[in-house]
């Protein structure tokens, strides 16, 4: 069983009764921004507010998916950890090339250096200026995850080495996976390359499914090799309805993959509450989208798989 890492230490499963498996608390400002301004927040106290509702609301821990090098803020996290008393576990890895600075590191780091600074970041503490530079000098906070994403330009030379770097870092640690899945892209061919590579299936976790891959029968493919598969276009009235979201839920535990699905947000300025009054708030699963689940058939006891006891299982066993 392995140990889960927050940015204020270690956790215990029992201390695990609410998770969201994929949100954004903080992003500095910076190339994020200019791409879209809602992937800027800065503001730990507006940040801490929103996690202290969810707190109140009965969530005891979310995963922050902002990777080192763009713009993660990890002592910006763990201030609002002990501020909220929300555990959080924070990100390495790599995100989508658009949100990086030409200039950046991450073009031009070897496969080899990439490793060791995500092994780092997951065993010592995360770098203190992995912004600009890998200083190896690192901070009292560790991350307990790697975030990863495919793009539509799926396995180029360039996105390769990257989930190479990234796979080989899993398995020399055992820490999990995540990976946001774009659409358009090919999460399939991304999941025969890394088992190819040794991944093990149970330590990866493919995000956004739900709004990046239409064909459930995709889902199904990826869920009978073992993968869990994170939801979270909820409150997300653009793409569907959260009926519509609770359908997907309600139609893959009936397939019998109840013990793989999680769910989230996937938070930005735009629908945190702190930021953004009209914002559906870090609190709406809590409060609003799990009686529609119940609604729509999904028992207490599948609920809290999917909010608990799966997120216990992917990041420990």
Same mark, same amino acid.
């Given at each position: ?11 215990e499963p029992s201390d695990i009764r609410f998770c969201q498996f994929h949100e954004h608390l ?113 901070? *009292? =906070?560790? @991350?307990? %995850?790697?975030?990863?994403?495919? #793009? ?9 080495? &990257? ?79 959260? *009926? =519509?979201? @609770?359908? %997907?839920?309600?139609?893959?535990? #009936? ?9 989230? &947000? ?31 058939g999904i028992t207490k006891t599948q609920i809290e798989k999917i909010s608990r006891q799966n ?7």
């Amino acid at each position: 069983m392995r140990e889960m890492i927050s940015v204020t230490g270690k956790i215990e499963p029992s201390d695990i009764r609410f998770c969201q498996f994929h949100e954004h608390l903080l992003i500095r400002k910076g190339k994020s921004y200019q791409v879209h301004p809602a992937l800027w927040m800065e503001d730990v106290d507006a940040s801490a507010r929103e996690a202290a509702g969810y707190k109140r609301a009965g969530g005891t821990t979310l995963i922050d998916a902002q990777p080192g090098g763009c713009g993660r803020m990890a002592e910006g996290l763990a201030e609002i950890a002990k501020a909220s008393g929300v555990h959080i576990i924070c990100s390495t890895g790599f995100h989508k090339m658009q949100f990086y600075p030409e200039e950046h590191w991450i073009f031009r780091t070897g496969e080899k250096e990439l490793e060791e600074f995500f092994v780092r970041e997951l065993t010592e503490g995360v770098d203190r200026h992995c912004e600009t530079v890998i200083s190896g000098e690192t901070g *009292e =906070q560790k @991350a307990g %995850i790697i975030k990863c994403a495919l #793009d539509t330009e799926n396995l180029s030379l360039q996105y390769k080495r &990257l989930f190479r770097s990234c796979a080989r870092a899993s398995i020399n640690t055992g820490r999990s996976m995540m990976v946001h899945i774009e659409k358009g892209s090919d999460p399939v061919l991304l999941l025969e390359y890394l088992l190819n590579l040794g991944m093990n299936p149970k330590h990866l976790v493919f995000c956004h499914m739900d709004r990046a891959i239409e064909d459930l029968n995709i889902h199904r493919k990826i869920l009978k090799a073992g993968v869990y598969l994170e939801f979270d276009t909820i409150g997300r009235y653009k793409y569907h309805s959260d *009926e =519509q979201e @609770a359908s %997907i839920f309600r139609t893959l535990i #009936d397939d019998g993959y109840e013990d793989q699905l999680l769910f989230s &947000l996937d938070t930005t300025r735009e629908r945190l509450k702190s930021y953004n009054p009209k914002g559906v708030g870090l609190d709406y699963i809590l409060n609003t989208f799990i009686e529609t689940m119940k609604r729509s058939g999904i028992t207490k006891t599948q609920i809290e798989k999917i909010s608990r006891q799966n997120c216990i299982r992917v990041l420990t066993y």
